[in-house]
């Protein structure tokens, strides 16, 4: 995440992921599935705006970076195009920001400010990136000096996607997804992203996806996007939770059509959908192809690039 501090502001942009690849190797006791999932960070980006109380209270207001919503196609209610946008308790910016505060009993509140360009319920991971971004401006604006371990073991308990926001770049991620192991060396790729018109949740797909007998393993994409030539990566590509994600809603079939038409090196669902990406040959191409899914109305489309960890701590202070 990109950090700043403007007067008394901490300003904190930090990035949407996208799974490369998400096996869920098997259900386990306690309703979370064990999964094994490549994420990276792309050039989508929250904004969060975090100013300290001296009184103990939390305050949250959130909105839709201007052109977010317009910049969809058809005529859908904002809901549709993007996202709710939950406020108040139910966002859990306010339940990072709130386990911290009683974790390290500052007396301090937080006034704070979130611009959303990230589509919720879309497999980016947009309120997860926020939470860790809250996390990361809390534990500065209050003076707590938490370490990295400590925001992790608060993180992992907001939700499983929230630790690896606080380092972002590039991970393998497994476990419920919680447990990180940063990946180098992936080469930059370029992406069309598009979010279809309706979302879908997470708990819902995961319910309803079936563990394989026999789990494919991230080891041979990971050796395809190091050393090998890009038109092998899209043999390695793999979400398990897409066949699933195509049965619950008619769009992700219709886009994974139109993406099979318009050459990309690979395409798929992130996460637990309902966003879908094809990575580009270049920048170019996936503006070109942004412009294609637009033309088709098929949702909100976008293009972007990874983003690496060193690159998002470039303006650390
Ligand atoms: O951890 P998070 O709050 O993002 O998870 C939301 C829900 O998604 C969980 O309550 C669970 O139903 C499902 N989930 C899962 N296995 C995972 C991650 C999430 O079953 N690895």
Redesign the pocket.
Known sequence: MLIDQVGPEIEIHTPAKLNLFLE?LF??ED?????ETLMTSISIYDTIYFSTRTDHQLRLTCGWAHGTRARSSGELTSGQRVGDLPEGGDNIVLQAVDRLQKHSGVRSGASIRLVKRIPSSSGLGGA?SDAAAALVAANSAWKLGCSRDELRTVAAE????VPFFLDCGSAMCR???ERIQPVVGLPRMHFAVVRPPEGLS??RV??QCRPPADPVRAGDLLDALRFGCPSTWSRHLMNRLQETAERMSPWIQRIRRVFDRVGCLGHQMSG?GSCYFGICRNGRDARRIARILRANRLGLSMHANTVTATQLGASLR
Request: aromatic share 10%; glycine share 20%; hydrophobic share 25%.
């Open positions: 869920v259900r386990r309703g979370f599935h064990e999964i997860s907001i939700g499983s996607d476990g419920r997804g997470t708990p995961f319910k637990s």
